[in-house]
């Protein structure tokens, strides 16, 4: 029998490739993206190998006294073909339950997870770690209500303060986030990883002096290079914190990268950013075009999906960045539109079969300047004639969206 010895002169190195489920990863021994292995432990599922692959990894040191035997990981990790995320996946296109019922639910988990922002931002200037058990619990709790209903949190995003962006920002892209990689069709553990990092992404920022961050005009050389900071800065901060993953740093590190070499930090290019960074940096973007910001008014998600496409010859993904219009819709759940009649209603559900017939929430009359009875027009019915005219602002007709808002889905 062979002696219960953890020293060091019983790990091996072996390359990814070689990695089995069962194995037992006491670290990472060469990658090509910089990332950090945060806790060793057992590999219980193929698919996390091939989630350590993608993150860049190639060569890891396993403990061979420590591995499972094959029945052993078959006890602990189901075979993906009966997990019940695939079974969850299977029957995600329909509803689990309704937009309405989501829609409390939803409320009070955004409104504790914006709260929860301040708090890690100002903990964080007060030199205070950041509790990651927290911090998982609110954004593990979202993902379960996007599986619920993903359009409740989706409508909530939209209804943002120009003054809170920072926070905003961070928690919108973590639902962004969610809905993507459920999209995707990653393990449920992959998708609160991911949830978790988008929430973190731009954590350091708090580090950034005021006066840039909500400088109205056009940033000098000098002070673009001080807000790049803030990537290095929140990386900073989560390197000392204990249970933050490799993707979440991954997410955080990569989300300014660009295919053509053009981003920052590091100047990645092409497969030098793993499908976590590419994922990030299109959900970033994303939701910043579609922001008010002190220095630039928000475009609509159309106008934003454009230029996403425009740029995918250089900096985006071009097939993720496809796939992520593909999740949202080409008028995403929460977007304010007008139709020919002159009717203004929240987009309230996608139509997957006709993108741009979807069902329409209505409840103000533009001609009439006036509040009108809410009613659902499911614009791929013959019946209704109405289709939409263009995308618009709430402060084009002087509407209190948030006021419309909850008074539209708790009818």
Do not use: W
């Not at 189901?78 to 939803?106: F, Y």
């Not at 409320?107 to 301040?118: F, I, V």
Request: glycine fraction near 4%; charged fraction near 25%.
């Amino acid at each position: 029998m062979m002696p219960s010895d953890n020293s060091s002169q019983n790990f091996k190195e072996i390359p990814i490739a070689q990695l089995r489920p069962g194995m037992y990863v006491k670290s990472i021994s060469y990658q090509d993206k910089g990332f950090i292995l945060k806790s060793e432990g057992y590999v219980l599922s193929v698919a996390k190998v091939m989630q350590l692959k993608e993150a860049g990894i190639k060569k890891v040191v396993i403990d061979p006294l420590k591995q499972k035997a094959a029945e052993e990981v078959d006890k602990v990790m189901p075979s993906i073909s009966s997990s019940p995320l695939t079974k969850l996946n299977k029957v995600g296109r329909k509803k689990v339950i309704s937009l309405e019922d989501e829609l409390k639910q939803a409320q009070a988990l955004y409104g504790n997870a914006k709260n929860l922002q301040s708090k890690i931002l100002g903990n964080v200037q007060a030199d205070k770690s950041v509790d990651a058990d927290e911090v998982r619990e609110t954004t593990d709790a979202m993902v379960d209500s996007i599986f619920r209903n993903q359009d409740a949190l989706a409508c909530l995003s939209r209804l943002r303060s120009k003054s809170d962006y920072l926070m905003e920002h961070s928690l919108n892209c973590s639902i962004l986030m969610a809905i993507f990689a459920k999209h995707l069709k990653f393990e449920r553990d992959v998708i609160e990883q991911l949830t978790l990092g988008a929430f973190l992404h731009d954590i350091g920022k708090v580090f950034l002096p005021n006066d840039i961050l909500n400088k109205p005009t056009a940033l000098s050389a000098k002070e673009e290079g001080i807000i790049k900071t803030h990537v290095a800065l929140g990386a900073k901060i989560l390197e000392d914190t204990p249970q933050i993953s490799h993707i979440v740093m991954t997410v955080l590190r990569e989300h300014h990268e660009r295919l053509d070499g053009s981003g920052y930090p590091k100047a990645l290019k092409g497969d030098e950013i793993s499908k976590f960074g590419r994922m990030m940096a299109i959900v970033d973007s994303y939701d910043a075009m579609i922001s008010d910001r002190c220095y630039q008014d928000a475009v609509h998600p159309v106008n934003a999906f454009k230029t996403l496409i425009q740029e995918s010859a250089t900096g985006y993904d071009e097939e993720l960045v496809e796939k992520f219009i593909q999740c949202l819709g080409v008028y995403p759940v929460g977007t304010l539109v007008q139709l020919n009649s002159g009717k203004i209603g929240l987009i309230s559900e996608l139509n997957k079969a006709k993108p741009t017939h979807p069902i329409v929430k209505v409840f103000y009359n533009s001609r009439l300047n006036q509040a009108i009875a809410i009613e659902d027009i499911d614009l791929s019915q013959s019946k209704y004639k109405d289709q939409i005219d263009k995308c618009i602002r709430p402060e084009e007709f002087n509407i209190n969206l948030l006021s419309f808002f909850k008074t539209a889905f708790e009818h």
